[in-house]
């Protein structure tokens, strides 16, 4: 009887050792997965800001873009926003782009990134705010101002 006991205690202990388990790497893993999304569409959006590819870039956009070139800013539907970045690039051609800081903001629903783009024309420091939504980050916020 105390075998059963000693057995049915011991199963337990390491039962609960085996949840303790999982449940630390569910809150490893998971917020790891978050930012390896968000690390993936960055380095995309930051090739089609270095190309000068609006079209590319606006596959990120949200339905609606709050857009900010120099002192001209606005919200705009994502193919207005992307019309008004086509304009950009073709008065600005691109010559490298990086970002230089990124991280979360407000928890893993929301990142932000800013990076510097050097220009045919000019420097232009560059802001990102990207939201979640459908697990998926969309850009809600693009922002290029002269440095």
């Known amino acids: 009887m105390v075998f059963a006991f000693t057995s049915a205690l011991t199963k337990f202990a390491t039962m609960l050792q085996h949840s303790k388990l999982k449940l630390f790497t569910t809150f490893l893993v998971v917020p790891f997965l978050i930012f390896a999304t968000v690390v993936d569409d960055l380095d995309s959006i930051a090739s089609a800001i270095k190309a000068g590819d609006s079209k590319v870039l606006a596959t990120?956009?949200?339905?609606t873009v709050e857009v900010k070139i120099g002192n001209k800013e606005g919200a705009y539907s994502k193919?207005?926003?992307e019309a008004i970045v086509k304009d950009f690039f073709t008065k600005n051609k691109p010559k490298s782009f990086s970002f230089k800081h990124n991280g979360p903001s407000g928890g893993n629903n929301a990142h932000y990134a800013i990076g510097s783009l050097v220009t045919d024309k000019g420097n232009f420091r560059t802001y990102v705010y990207l939201k979640k939504k459908d697990d998926k980050f969309y850009i809600q916020e693009l922002s290029f101002e002269n440095e």
């Open 60 to 63: 990120y956009f949200d339905n």
């Open 79 to 81: 193919s207005q926003a």
